[in-house]
């Protein structure tokens, strides 16, 4: 049973343009979220994190929003930027207990 | 550069070899994992590590053995292993204990591409 389920595999969108990658999780107990990015041949890397006491976080170009009514969390990337092309791990986690990683989404980012 | 280093990046071997996999960390934390990516799965959490004792193994197949002599290294013994267990096989450490937290993200190596023929 997937606890943390990104529905897209894959996302294109045109530079300069918004990115928004979804992110839906089931377990109620999950009070953190996390964004990893990855490139090929590479490991993932800690893009950005929110609490479940936040709504939204912001870091630069790119921003988390949560909606835990829904269970329901988005990463904004604006704009976008063809540097950006990686896949996009969401990660959820409670307590400092072991994170749970959604299957991923390929963002490219077109020229 | 990353502060987790794993060797080697790509790694052959047959069913019946013995082969093992490093992880050296240089960030200074407390805990470590193995981490496996198979095509069109989610990262799967094997083993965690914390202060070198090992404080989680999610129910994996005996032919993966892990070892912390420290808490800088981590490796993962291999021994015959079968086709579907070839992954890439990912290490990872945060400084404090628990899976990862939101104030202490997972610090992920390069991993090792595993093919078992």
């Known amino acids: 049973d997937q606890q943390v389920k990104q529905n897209s595999p894959s996302l294109s969108v045109q530079e300069g343009r918004i990115s928004i990658l979804n992110c839906d999780y089931t377990?109620?107990?999950?009070?953190?979220f996390l964004w990893y990015k990855k490139y090929p041949a590479e490991g993932p890397t800690f893009l950005i994190s929110?609490?479940?006491?936040?709504d939204k976080n912001e870091d630069g170009r790119f921003t988390v929003f949560l909606n835990k009514s829904a269970k329901h969390l988005s990463l904004h990337i604006v704009p976008s930027q063809p540097g950006d092309s990686a896949v996009y791990f969401c990660?959820?986690?409670?307590?400092?207990?072991?994170?749970?990683f959604g299957k991923g989404t390929l963002l490219t980012v077109n020229p | 550069e990353t502060g987790v280093t794993q060797t080697p990046r790509h790694l052959v071997m047959g069913m019946t070899n013995k082969k093992s996999l490093k992880c050296e960390q240089h960030?200074?934390?407390?805990?470590m994992y193995w981490y496996k990516q198979s095509a069109k799965k989610p990262l799967e959490l094997m083993f965690v590590?914390?202060?070198?004792?090992?404080?989680e193994n999610n129910s994996v197949p005996s032919r993966f053995s892990p070892e912390c002599p420290n808490s800088s290294h981590l490796f993962l013994h291999l021994h015959t292993l079968q086709p579907e267990d070839s992954a890439l096989y990912l290490c990872?450490?945060?400084?404090?204990?628990?899976?990862?937290?939101?104030?202490?993200?997972?610090?992920f190596g390069n991993g090792t591409r595993l093919t078992v023929t």
């Open positions: 990660a959820a986690g409670y307590s400092n207990y072991k994170l749970t």
């Open positions: 960030l200074g934390h407390n805990a």
């Open positions: 590590y914390n202060f070198k004792e090992q404080t």
């Open positions: 929110i609490s479940s006491i936040k």
């Open positions: 990872a450490s945060s400084q404090v204990t628990g899976g990862g937290s939101y104030n202490s993200p997972l610090h």
């Open positions: 377990n109620s107990m999950f009070d953190y």
